[in-house]
Every structure is written in structure tokens, then in C-alpha cells.
């Protein structure tokens, strides 16, 4: 199975401030990743697909990037919104599998 | 607007079977993939399996002498059964309609369920 490493675990940053999560593959997934975010008591909601293509309604403030075993999801401008768990999942080669998650709060 | 909701017994006894209905209103299940995705306590999530708009399924190795995923297109459900299960199984199971060649992306999910396997 692929292994997804995603870092840091958690992390507390202020509003307006710019975010960056990682997402580290066990092997090249060729941009097969997707990012998510969930609230507290909530199901996950779909951010990013293809690493970097935007979700319907999603705000343009959040963006991913990266290639080969590299990725991130980028959070500009901080809104108290925005304070949920992330986690990113690769679906290049079965079975998916999902990074550890990011919790992300307000500092 | 597609939603899915998760049913089945909160409570599971060690050996017996989990088995869960996902409710889909708003689009067919006759098209896209239907998967099943589930969050430990400590909140590592597996990909379960999924079924396609054709009836085909595909399953986690990790899973795959358990577990079953059928669907009934009449009533626009489909359902998981994992058989044997024991504590480890505890979970929050979602359902979640796939996007993608193969079911790769998860873009609708269900509000999911809680299910404790204890005796």
C-alpha cells in the first residue's frame, strides 16, 4: 500500500495568517491526491482533487500543489472558518489510502 | 442536490456481521462510484471498497475475505456487510458517492454513523 505521511499533526495559526499542510507519498502518485477538511461532528468535505483543481464552491482561498511524492494544501488568508482537521488521500494505486490528518487551529 | 445517509445498528457484537444501508436521493446509482470509507477512533480513515454505476465492486485487501458491498438500484441503496467483526472494527463508517476514472475522489459524503463492536 501507498503510505501517506502528512505533516505537522497539528498546527495553531492566526487569522488572515497563510497556511501550508504537506502531504508526503511512500512512492510517486502522479498528482492522483486529493485534500479534504472536517469539523467537529461533521463529514469531510472535499477541497482539492488532482492536487490542484478546486472543488465546486469551494474558496479560492485554499489551493494544492506539488507532484511526484510531494504535496500541499495552502490556506490563504486564514478565516475562523477555516479551523476543521485536513487530511489528504491518494488514489493512484489501490487500496486509497488517507494521510494521518492535520488539526488546525486558531492561534 | 445529491445526499446519502448511513443506517444500520450502532452496536455490534464481536464475530457477528456489520451491515449498513446507504440512502441515496438525488442521483442515481447507476452512475459514478458509491464508496464506503470509515475513521477509527484517533481518527485514521481506510478506504473500505466501493461499487460501481455497473454493479462491479472493488475492496481493500485488508478487508477483502469480509467484507461485501451490494447494491438495489429499485430503492437507490447499497449496503456493506463485514462479516467477523471485533473491536478493531470500531468506527465511524461513511458513505460517500466517487468521482474519477475509478472511483479516486470523494465529493459527497454521507453524515455518517457510529458503529461499536463490544460485547
Known amino acids: 500500500d501507498i503510505q501517506m505521511t502528512q505533516s505537522p499533526a497539528s498546527l495553531s495559526a492566526s487569522l488572515g495568517e497563510t497556511v501550508t499542510i504537506e502531504c508526503r507519498a511512500s512512492e510517486d502518485i502522479y498528482n492522483g491526491l486529493a485534500w479534504y477538511q472536517q469539523k467537529p461532528g461533521k463529514s469531510p468535505q472535499l477541497l482539492i482533487y488532482?492536487?490542484?483543481s478546486l472543488h465546486t464552491g469551494v474558496p479560492s482561498r485554499f489551493s494544492g500543489s506539488g507532484s511526484g511524492t510531494q504535496y500541499s494544501l495552502k490556506i490563504n488568508s486564514l478565516q475562523s472558518e477555516d479551523v476543521a482537521s485536513y487530511f489528504c488521500?491518494?488514489?493512484?494505486?489501490?487500496?486509497?489510502?488517507f494521510g494521518g490528518g492535520t488539526k488546525l487551529e486558531l492561534k | 442536490e445529491v445526499q446519502l445517509q448511513e443506517s444500520g445498528p450502532g452496536l455490534v457484537k464481536p464475530s457477528q456481521s456489520l451491515s449498513l444501508t446507504c440512502s441515496v436521493t438525488g442521483y442515481s446509482i447507476t452512475s459514478n462510484y458509491w464508496g464506503w470509507i470509515r475513521k477509527f477512533p484517533g481518527n485514521k480513515m481506510e478506504w473500505m471498497g466501493y461499487i460501481s454505476y455497473s454493479g462491479s465492486t472493488s475492496y481493500n485487501p485488508s478487508l477483502k475475505s469480509r467484507i461485501s458491498i451490494t447494491r438495489d438500484t429499485s430503492k437507490n441503496q447499497f449496503f456493506l456487510q463485514l462479516n467477523s467483526v471485533t473491536t478493531e472494527d470500531t468506527a465511524t463508517y461513511y458513505c460517500?458517492?466517487?468521482?474519477?476514472?475509478?472511483?479516486?475522489?470523494?465529493?459527497?459524503w454521507g453524515q455518517g454513523t457510529l458503529v461499536t463492536v463490544s460485547s
Open positions: 488521500q491518494q488514489y493512484y494505486d489501490y487500496p486509497w489510502t
Open positions: 460517500a458517492r466517487a468521482y474519477g476514472s475509478y472511483g479516486d475522489w470523494f465529493a459527497y
Open positions: 488532482n492536487a490542484n
